[in-house]
């Protein structure tokens, strides 16, 4: 009879570390939820603005620390929700629901429109403009408005006074022309 409930025993420590094993491919959710149904004192999951502090520490680094709602600027309105699987799949290799250059495009699907298209729109190179949570400017742009074209486009412009005045009057260029795509020859509105 004691023999029968040490192999009890083992067998079930051994079911226990197969399940152990089989949940250490889950999400961390899972894992946390089948450990608490087996053993006691499993610690809570942090708060869900901690989820991504590893990842936003390392994002500040890169980009500059982030703000908070309610700061000038823009902000991408799923991050603002905390509605981070709209976009994020961390099951994935990528860690994003679709491939990075298809991502934006899941719902903003309209954003290109004519026969003239710029070609990091073009490309999905959404984030050589964008960023793709926040910005200190308007529409999520990495830079103000008036030197985000220049610091691609340093060529000298074709109709050059007329730019030159432009400049001086304080029209950008996205007052003129439309940053992702046209009907028109140069993007022009």
Same mark, same amino acid.
């Given at each position: 009879?004691?023999?029968?409930?040490?192999?009890?025993? &083992?067998?079930?420590?051994?079911?226990?570390?197969?399940?152990?094993?089989?949940?250490?491919?889950?999400?961390?959710?899972?894992? &946390?939820?089948?450990?608490?149904?087996?053993?006691?004192?499993?610690?809570?999951?942090?708060?869900?603005d901690?989820?991504c502090?590893?990842?936003?520490?390392?994002r500040?680094?890169?980009?500059?620390?982030?703000?908070?709602?309610?700061?000038?600027?823009?902000?991408?309105?799923?991050?603002?929700?905390?509605?981070?699987?709209?976009?994020?799949?961390?099951?994935?290799?990528?860690?994003?629901?679709?491939? &990075?250059?298809?991502?934006?495009?899941r719902?903003?699907?309209?954003?290109?429109?004519?026969?003239?298209?710029?070609?990091?729109?073009?490309?999905?190179?959404?984030?050589?403009?964008?960023?793709?949570?926040?910005?200190?400017?308007?529409?999520?742009?990495?830079?103000?408005?008036?030197?985000?074209?220049?610091?691609?486009?340093?060529?000298?412009?074709?109709?050059?006074?007329?730019?030159?005045?432009?400049?001086?009057?304080?029209?950008?260029?996205?007052?003129?022309?439309?940053?992702?795509?046209?009907?028109?020859?140069?993007?022009?509105?």
């Open positions: 009879m004691i023999q029968t409930g040490k192999r009890i025993r &083992r067998q079930g420590v051994g079911v226990l570390a197969v399940l152990v094993l089989l949940c250490a491919g889950c999400s961390p959710a899972t894992t &946390r939820n089948v450990a608490s149904f087996i053993f006691d004192g499993v610690p809570a999951p942090p708060p869900p901690q989820y502090a590893p990842w936003l520490a390392e500040q680094v890169q980009v500059g620390p982030a703000r908070k709602v309610g700061t000038e600027g823009s902000f991408h309105p799923p991050y603002k929700n905390k509605q981070c699987n709209d976009c994020h799949d961390f099951t994935k290799s990528g860690g994003l629901v679709a491939p &990075r250059k298809e991502l934006c495009f719902c903003h699907d309209t954003i290109i429109q004519g026969a003239y298209i710029h070609a990091p729109a073009a490309s999905g190179e959404c984030l050589n403009c964008h960023l793709p949570h926040d910005s200190p400017f308007a529409s999520l742009l990495k830079e103000e408005k008036a030197k985000l074209c220049t610091s691609c486009h340093a060529e000298p412009r074709m109709a050059r006074s007329l730019h030159e005045r432009a400049a001086r009057a304080a029209i950008h260029c996205t007052d003129c022309h439309d940053p992702h795509a046209g009907t028109t020859k140069f993007f022009l509105k």
